[in-house]
T-cell receptor
Framework: DGGITQSPKYLFRKEGQNVTLSCEQN?????MYWYRQDPGQGLRLIYY???????QKGDIAEGYSVSREKKESFPLTVTSAQKNPTAFYLC??????????????FGSGTRLTVV | KNEVEQSPQNLTAQEGEFITINCSYS?????LHWLQQHPGGGIVSLFM???GKKKHGRLIATINIQEKHSSLHITASHPRDSAVYIC???????????????FGKGTKLSVKP
């Protein structure tokens, strides 16, 4: 079955360490997105990519980095520069075919805790 | 002020009740989405609307573009409907990030047996 795989589901890291969250899709979608969710807040956009080898900053990109070397993969690195990295991270994708508001597919998320 | 507002924030219902969750937005949009987030965190897309009304099983979503308002209704609610329901919009002409979503904070629904 096609879908998005995020791993791991839970991740613990020490303060000051970089950590990379995985997002893989087998839907042949062009666009991929990373969102952050904090308690009591809506999802906020970190980075997005509409084609391979290209990505753009979202609303809260500081302290994060991404790469898009393959269409199916969009890993997110949470760097030590991110002041408050403990959060739930969600990856999403959509096809570029059809209108811009065409349906999205979401991953199951990674809960990152920095201690 | 948030561009997407949902109400109520929390909702507790008895099994079988008719449920309504509301979403208001303050910007021009090209589409509105209703999403369901289960306790594990994964999100499922329920509806995408640009006008009118859509129905899927016991779920009904409506949108009034002039009033910038959408509602999600659940008929004959069941404990398995317990989840966070999130409203999200595609902004019209959202710069270069076409296709990106703006999310509401979600409505936490708990249906008691």
């Amino acid at each position: 079955d096609g879908g998005i795989t995020q791993s791991p589901k839970y991740l613990f890291r020490k303060e000051g360490q970089n950590v990379t969250l995985s997002c893989e899709q087998n839907l042949n979608h062009d666009a991929m997105y990373w969102y952050r969710q904090d308690p009591g807040q809506g999802l906020r956009l970190i980075y997005y990519s509409h084609i391979v080898n290209d990505f753009q900053k979202g609303d809260i990109a500081e302290g994060y980095s991404v790469s898009r070397e393959k269409k199916e993969s969009f890993p997110l690195t949470v760097t030590s520069a991110q002041k408050n990295p403990t959060a739930f991270y969600l990856c999403a994708s959509k096809t570029s075919l059809g209108p811009p508001n065409y349906g999205y597919t979401f991953g199951s998320g990674t809960r990152l805790t920095v201690v | 002020k948030n561009e997407v507002e949902q109400s109520p924030q929390n909702l507790t219902a008895q099994e079988g009740e008719f449920i309504t969750i509301n979403c208001s937005y303050s910007v021009g949009i090209s589409a509105l989405h209703w999403l369901q987030q289960h306790p594990g965190g994964g999100i499922v897309s329920l509806f995408m609307l640009s006008s009118g009304k859509k129905k899927h099983g016991r779920l009904i979503a409506t949108i009034n573009i002039q009033e910038k308002h959408s509602s999600l209704h659940i008929t004959a609610s069941h404990p398995r409907d317990s989840a966070v329901y999130i409203c999200a919009v595609n902004l019209m002409n959202y710069g270069g990030s076409q296709g990106n979503l703006i999310f509401g904070k979600g409505t936490k629904l708990s249906v008691k047996p």
